[in-house]
């Protein structure tokens, strides 16, 4: 995994510098008088897993909601393969190649698990005809193949999971972005969705994942963005991130770097931040 995360962060130096990927940079937002973001840089190359983690109130939603359309930065730059789409709205987003999911499932409980997943390849501008062709194959990526048609209603938490992730799918984004996909899966649950989440970067797919699960985050992620009081804190590999003391007092408490070890190592889950 160490040899995997060099190599990538190689190639991410590479698509800074000529203008591909996703990448924000230095983007400012502010309610009235809060600053929610002030000067955050993030970005992501296709193939590649980056984890965005901070405390409560860092910032991660709202950075999130301006990458995929559903907010505007007060300034700074959002380009997606060297495009600015600053001014593009949550549907031109996804059709420049970028996706996400929400913390709530947002799930059609009296369609079908295959018909939910078809309605979102449906509002992409796919044909009737290829919309089940897309949805068995999203789900099939996700392991989520055997329930395509039970009601979406009647879903295990864990399975509605991955049916929002394969929603986000339908789309083929270049770039997914997963806001706290984690939240409310059991261990079991966790470690397999890790796997599905490799599987959809080694696919090619630039996955950026928001998540309280620090496990999950440092076993899965080649890198590892924080920002806190929505600013840049830190950035690097899971080695890097894990042994950064600065981070252990900022983010994980006193303790975090012995904690995040142990975490990391198979032991007791960080609680979250």
């Keep these: 995994m160490a040899e995997e995360a060099a190599r990538v962060t190689a190639e991410v130096s590479g698509a800074r510098s000529d203008g ?149 799918l339908a789309s083929r984004p270049a770039y997914l972005l997963l806001d706290e996909p984690a939240a409310g899966l059991n261990e079991g649950e966790i470690a397999s969705f890790g796997d599905a989440i490799r599987q959809i970067a080694a696919q090619g797919t630039g996955v950026l994942l928001i998540d309280h699960n620090i496990r999950l985050i440092l076993g899965i992620c080649h890198r590892i963005k924080v920002v806190v009081g929505g600013r840049n804190f830190l950035e690097g590999t899971p080695e890097e991130v894990r042994n950064d003391a600065s981070l252990a007092e900022a983010y994980l408490g006193r303790s975090g770097r012995q904690d995040a070890a142990r975490t990391a190592d198979g032991g007791t889950e960080e609680p979250d931040a």
């Design 20 to 168: 591909s990927g996703l990448q924000v940079r230095d983007v400012c937002r502010a309610f009235r008088s809060v600053h929610a973001l002030s000067g955050v840089d993030l970005s992501l190359r296709r193939g590649e897993i980056v984890g965005l983690i901070g405390p409560n109130g860092a910032g991660k939603s709202t950075l999130v909601n301006i990458i995929s359309g559903y907010d505007r930065p007060d300034s700074g730059v959002v380009t997606v393969d060297g495009v600015t789409v600053n001014r593009h709205r949550a549907r031109d987003r996804c059709r420049s190649g970028v996706a996400r999911t929400f913390q709530q499932g947002h799930l059609f409980g009296g369609l079908t698990v295959r018909e939910n997943v078809e309605v979102a390849a449906l509002a992409t501008g796919v044909s009737r005809r290829e919309a089940p062709a897309i949805a068995t194959e999203m789900l099939t990526r996700v392991g989520a193949g055997e329930w395509a048609e039970c009601q979406a209603h009647s879903l295990p938490h864990g399975v509605e999971r991955r049916v929002g992730v394969a929603r986000a």
